[in-house]
């Protein structure tokens, strides 16, 4: 009935480093969640897409040693549609997403609650008319379960590494072109325009 108590402290363990992991990651801050929407601030990409590559290369590397078993999921567009349109609506108007939110609350932010009250009341409804979605909506472009790999018939690793390679080069684009903020520390202004700058201001006071 119950999980071995071994495998209930690895989730334990690895839920407190992925908490751990965005916190540093800055992804638990409402700005830059809403700094990525407004494209500003691209850290919660940088951030999702090494998730993913790191990921990918762990549980593929997990499988061909036989620790664990893929379960490829089906593709439901209908499903995907819908779930992805109140998905993003939730964390745009929210400022944050399922596992930020919950980070964010452990880390003290008291607007993370209404969040996380909303997910579990969401699970909750979604819970009582599932049945309704499952003939209705999951229905619709409904494509089995399949992958990239078995679409295109490149290896999945492949994949991976086509997706890791365009995640880099999109990161050093990203670099170059977002603005950088001034640094701490940096060098003063010219002695020039301070000077101008005390004329303005002694011109100012006179008059």
Same mark, same amino acid.
């Given at each position: ?30 700005? &830059?969640?809403?700094?990525?929407? *407004? ?10 897409? &090494? ?10 590397? *997990?499988?061909?040693?036989?620790? &664990? ?15 992805? %349109? ?42 009582? %008319? ?16 399949? &992958?990239?790999?078995? *679409? ?16 880099? *080069? ?13 640094? %701490? ?23």
């Amino acid at each position: 009935m119950f999980e071995p108590m071994s495998r209930l402290a690895l989730g334990l363990f690895t839920g407190f480093l992925f908490g751990f992991l965005l916190q540093k990651g800055q992804v638990t801050k409402y700005r &830059t969640i809403v700094g990525q929407f *407004l494209l500003k601030d691209f850290t919660m990409l940088k951030v999702m897409l &090494t998730a993913v590559i790191v990921g990918g290369f762990g549980v593929y590397a *997990l499988n061909s040693m036989e620790l &664990t078993a893929l379960h490829i999921k089906p593709l439901l567009m209908g499903g995907i549609v819908l779930g992805g %349109v109140i998905f993003g609506v939730g964390m745009a108007v929210l400022g944050y997403c399922p596992g930020t939110g919950v980070a964010a609350l452990a880390e003290g932010k008291r607007d993370a609650i209404f969040g996380v009250l909303g997910m579990l009341v969401g699970a909750a409804i979604y819970a009582e %008319v599932f049945p309704w979605f499952r003939d209705h909506v999951l229905t619709l472009g409904d494509y089995g379960k399949v &992958t990239l790999a078995d *679409l295109t018939g490149l290896p999945a690793l492949a994949w991976l590494a086509i997706i890791a390679v365009g995640s880099g *080069l999109l990161f050093v684009a990203l670099e170059r072109l977002s603005p950088r903020p001034p640094q %701490v520390g940096s060098a003063p202004p010219p002695a020039s325009h301070v000077g101008k700058n005390r004329e303005r201001a002694s011109q100012h006071s006179r008059a």
